[in-house]
């Protein structure tokens, strides 16, 4: 059985406050589990309603793409052994 997506307790890690300058401290809690450090890059994402920002690492992106080009390279070789035994 697949265990249940965290809630929105689960997955709240604080509020914050946006400064003149537009800054928000990102909380403690948060940075401990994206285990950020100073100096880290993060992409912000704005929600399509507008209503909402998300922040994502820079080295988790990177990542993913090699994981998606080493996922392509398997699927393709597939492909290419599937069309020599034709």
């Known amino acids: 059985m697949l265990d ?4 929105l307790e689960q997955l709240f890690v604080g509020s914050v406050t946006v400064g003149e300058r537009g800054q928000v401290v990102i909380p403690a809690q948060a940075r401990e589990q994206m285990a950020l450090a100073p100096g ?9 309603t507008g209503q909402m920002v998300s922040l994502c690492k820079v080295t ?23 069309d020599s035994e034709q």
């Open 4 to 7: 249940e997506p965290p809630g």
């Open 40 to 48: 880290d890059k993060l992409l912000a994402f704005m929600h399509p």
């Open 60 to 82: 988790m992106l990177e990542n993913l793409a090699q994981s998606l080009s080493r996922m392509q390279a398997v699927a393709n070789a597939e492909a290419d052994d599937d």
